[in-house]
């Protein structure tokens, strides 16, 4: 009875192991010409990319580089996260979902600082009444409210 409880909670620890290493959503990049993969850790938001680089030296078949979390892009409160990319062919980020409560931001390669960094979470108005320009476009008059469709927002 013994050996046989303490097979079942071996089991069951196995098992959720393996549901925590498999916490992990995929997504690339939508830009056409552009070979990039985003990963976002389910439960913590957590960012990071991957892309195919070129071997410097030794003529082989290439390399993985990766860019690890940086500004916004790291750990955030517990919940259910994911990543959506848009449909514009020329946009190299994606935008991380809260799909608890319905906040997103946008994700993006800063190449220069190698690492992924994510504006702050955002969500409307519960209601979809909004007082005033968005978030983002207030303080700015005149700046131009249109955001950019290139490679980063």
Same mark, same amino acid.
């Given at each position: 009875m013994i050996?046989?409880?303490a097979l079942v +909670?071996?089991?069951?620890?196995?098992?959720a192991t393996t549901a925590s290493a498999a916490s992990f959503e995929f997504v690339p990049a939508p830009q056409a010409d552009l070979n990039r993969m985003y990963r976002v850790d389910k439960v913590t938001g $957590?960012?990071?990319s991957c892309q195919y680089g070129l071997q410097e +030296?030794?003529?082989? #078949?290439?390399?993985?580089?990766?860019?690890?979390?940086?500004?916004?892009a790291g750990p955030q409160p517990p919940s259910e996260y994911g990543l959506v @990319?848009?449909?514009?062919?020329?946009e190299a980020g994606v935008f991380r979902v809260n799909y608890r409560?319905? $906040?997103? +931001? #946008?994700?993006f390669v800063l190449v220069k600082k190698e690492q992924v960094v994510?504006? !702050? !979470?955002?969500?409307?108005?519960?209601?979809? @009444?909004?007082d005033g320009p968005p978030a983002?476009? !207030?303080?700015r008059a005149g700046a131009g409210a249109t955001p950019s469709q290139g490679g980063r927002p």
């Open positions: 050996l046989r409880t +909670s071996l089991c069951l620890g196995l098992a $957590e960012v990071v +030296s030794g003529g082989g #078949i290439g390399l993985t580089v990766c860019f690890g979390p940086g500004e916004g @990319a848009t449909r514009h062919t020329r409560t319905g $906040e997103m +931001s #946008i994700c994510c504006t !702050q !979470q955002a969500n409307p108005a519960a209601d979809g @009444a909004a983002a476009a !207030q303080g």
